[in-house]
């Protein structure tokens, strides 16, 4: 061990340009995440490195490595014809969305039960920020007046304070890892379900019912519900509009 650390201590450029090279990696990783969830890059699509590269303003290692990143964490897949292989932005599928929704479910369902023994003063006060939030979303629900933005983002708002209040360090990790992977499907299908957004609403109500009340299982069971029924909500646009990027 001490010729090792004598050795980093006489190379620090090389050390210096190691962390360099992982911190471009990193924000390259950020930067083609926020690209598919925002569906600028589209399910499906080809990725061409040189592209992202110019549109980056970044060199194809970090590229590369970012794009290994993004295929271990599922946005994007290896697509083989033949000898040769690419990678494209991964479909968007009811199986997939299957498999995330209850995973998200679980975890702000954990969150909850942790919120649900906090103080009545705290969870009063919490109480008091959902509402305002929710009584948007139901205006927009009896209005039909549609801001496909303000849907997701108010829907958000909503978990992001219940989450805030609720989880540790490691459980907002494991959330943030998976979060927005089911943001590429709320995004892009939340201006298709307007009609429903009332029973959104009421779900939601549950849930702040819940957390007043101070009871974890009936909370835990509120939010689970909620991304399981938003998840049979998205699986019913899905078979209408066709899965994206799957063919």
Request: hydrophobic share 40%.
């Amino acid at each position: 061990m001490i010729p090792s650390a004598t050795k980093a201590i006489k190379n620090p450029k090389k050390n210096s340009a190691k962390a360099e090279h992982g911190t471009s990696v990193g924000i390259a990783f950020q930067r083609i995440r926020d690209l598919i969830v925002h569906a600028r890059l589209a399910p499906g699509t080809w990725i061409v490195e040189g592209d992202l590269c110019d549109h980056l303003n970044m060199s194809r290692t970090p590229v590369r490595g970012a794009l290994h990143l993004l295929q271990r964490e599922g946005y994007v897949i290896e697509f083989r014809n033949g000898s040769k292989s690419r990678m494209i932005v991964a479909p968007m599928t009811k199986e997939d969305a299957n498999e995330l929704y209850p995973i998200i479910g679980c975890l702000e369902g954990l969150a909850g039960r942790r919120a649900a023994a906090l103080p009545q003063r705290e969870r009063d006060a919490l109480a008091a920020k959902l509402k305002p939030v929710n009584d948007r979303l139901a205006q927009i629900a009896r209005d039909r007046g549609y801001n496909g933005p303000d849907i997701f983002d108010l829907d958000h708002e909503f978990h992001r304070l219940l989450l805030a209040a609720g989880s540790g360090p490691r459980l907002t990790t494991l959330h943030r890892a998976i979060e927005p992977q089911t943001e590429r499907y709320w995004r892009l299908y939340a201006s298709s379900i307007i009609n429903e957004l009332h029973v959104s609403v009421a779900e939601h109500e549950e849930i702040i019912a819940a957390l007043v009340e101070g009871n974890p299982d009936r909370l835990e069971r509120a939010l689970f519900a909620n991304w399981e029924n938003g998840c049979e909500r998205l699986a019913h646009v899905i078979d209408i509009f066709g899965e994206r990027g799957s063919w």
